[in-house]
């Protein structure tokens, strides 16, 4: 008899809300920062929606207190967020800035203070621009460069910050980063994405190993894959194997190595007419392949995809940005299909399951692993009502929908411990800029003030009661 549809969870699961860097701080300029490709990017002409940059972003920088605050007051029991690499370690090399590993500081010690458990993401996309400029990812030596930033944080904050997260969703640092372009340093070279993907790898791997050297053993490792879940259009076998490639470029890179110890061989065979793979040396998948204590999961929505018919080469419409080159090397022959159903603002389609079959599958495939959902959110068109109240139902309704089929998984059996909404407050979305509002909290672009949304009173209270709210009335 299947398990009653309960919605409470265990007292110790998480309920947190995530941030990055970039999208949050600000104060670019300030205390010893210097730019990193997001900097560089979005001060290009062009590159992002209306020329917005993180330049001052909601000024987190300056009202962490505050923003800690609100999340106590909300009643959250876990905070994501990332470390801006250019503010510890400028040139990507060397001694570290005091006054930069300062911030972080006090930020974990105020998290600390309010009971709110920190989870510190090193890399959220922000490579320092030096590093860019010997070469980015697609270079080897960047691995080696984040090892050593890595093993420079953890030895700062090692001491107080307990959960860690090796790389955020390298998928799309890899593949926007280096082959669509839609996201910095905004390269079209689908030979350069694929040796991003295992630079950034190989340095995940060497960057937890350099972690477990200098952090109590109590810390837990992990990293945030944005696994797509990939659905064929049909069960013809030309989609079936569509599917099958597009698992390979998007999960099988990462996860093949990092969980299984070994690359997917039908990645290789697909995309040779890229690359030859001669940048993996024989012991780096070994390197990549250092246990893990959790895993990540990122997820927004599915994939729908299908093996182009004839003269069906048509536009793309993956929903990862305008491009006229695709992020999906040696796939031109794949067509990508709008998911049918409701969409949020981004026009990702709304599909809850999509979040059952992602956890089930890793659930399966690596049996003993602590999952925990590192972001999953909705952007949505909020304006504040006349009384200045935000009333965000479909913000209400999407958390609930997936918070559910979280439940589910774990009913049957998959090991979830914690979720964290994306996103805390609206924020910089990156090549979309102010306009596609993610937070929980509201944030009024004039004046940065803040205001909690319905969904964060909502989430708030599930956080405190740790059940489901029911869906406020329509
Ligand atoms: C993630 N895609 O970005 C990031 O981790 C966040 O920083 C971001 O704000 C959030 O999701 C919402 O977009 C993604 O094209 C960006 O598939 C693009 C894609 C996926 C995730």
Redesign the pocket.
Same mark, same amino acid.
């Given at each position: 008899m299947p398990e009653p549809m309960t919605q409470t969870f265990p007292p110790a699961f998480l309920w947190g809300a995530a941030t990055?860097a970039y999208?949050i701080e600000g104060a670019v300029g300030e205390d010893g920062r210097t730019p990193s490709i997001w900097d560089t990017f979005s001060h290009t002409p062009g590159r992002t929606a209306g020329g917005e940059t993180g330049d001052i972003a909601v000024d987190h920088y300056h009202r962490y207190r505050d923003d800690v605050a609100l999340m106590a007051e909300l009643g959250l029991t876990a905070y994501r967020f990332s470390v801006s690499w250019t503010r510890v370690q400028p040139t990507g090399r060397g001694p570290v800035v005091q006054r930069g590993l300062d911030f972080y500081r006090r930020l974990v010690d105020e998290l600390l203070e309010h009971g709110i458990k920190p989870t510190l993401t090193l890399y959220? *996309?922000d490579l320092p621009q030096e590093l860019e400029d010997a070469g980015g990812w697609p270079e080897r030596d960047t691995a080696f460069r984040f090892a050593e930033y890595a093993r420079l944080v953890g030895e700062a904050l090692g001491d107080r910050v307990e959960q860690w997260i090796t790389l @955020? /969703?390298p *998928?799309?640092s890899a593949f926007?980063g280096y082959g669509s372009g839609v996201?910095a340093p905004g390269r079209t070279d689908p030979a350069a994405s694929l040796r991003a993907a295992h630079h950034l790898n190989l340095g995940h791997g060497l960057a937890v190993s350099a972690l477990r050297a200098v952090m109590p053993a109590r810390n837990r490792i992990a990293v945030?894959l @944005?696994s %797509?879940v990939v659905r064929p259009l049909s069960q013809d076998p030309a989609d079936l194997a569509a599917v099958r490639r597009i698992d390979d470029l998007a999960n099988g890179v990462f996860h093949g190595p990092m969980l299984h110890g070994a690359y997917p061989e039908s990645l290789f065979e697909a995309t040779r007419s890229v690359t030859d793979w001669s940048h993996v040396l024989d012991t780096d998948v070994r390197t990549i392949n250092a246990p893990l204590d959790a895993l990540g999961l @990122?997820y927004?929505t599915p994939a729908l995809v299908s093996a182009a018919s004839g003269e069906t080469k048509g536009p793309r419409s993956?929903?990862?940005?305008a491009s006229e080159h695709s992020p999906w090397p040696c796939a031109d022959d794949i067509v990508f299909h709008q998911t049918p159903g409701e969409r949020t603002e981004?026009g990702w389609t709304i599909d809850p399951t999509g979040l059952y079959d992602l956890i089930t599958r890793y659930a399966r495939e690596a049996p003993g692993l602590p999952l925990y959902i590192t /972001?999953n959110?909705a952007?949505y068109d909020d304006k504040p009502d006349p009384d200045g109240r935000v009333h965000d139902p479909e913000r209400i309704a999407y958390l609930h929908g997936h918070l559910s089929e979280v439940r589910r998984a774990m009913a049957d059996g998959a090991d979830v411990r914690g979720y964290y909404l994306? %996103?805390l407050m609206d @924020?910089f /979305? *990156?090549a979309y800029g102010y306009g596609?509002r993610?937070g929980a909290v509201y944030v009024d672009y004039a004046t940065l003030e803040r205001t909690p949304k319905s969904s964060a009173l909502w989430y708030g209270e599930a956080a405190r009661t740790g059940a489901l709210p029911p869906l406020p009335a329509a």
């Open positions: 990055s999208q959220h *996309w @955020n /969703e *998928w799309c926007l996201h945030s @944005n %797509s @990122n927004y993956d929903g990862h940005g981004m /972001e959110g952007a994306w %996103s @924020n /979305e *990156w596609k993610f």
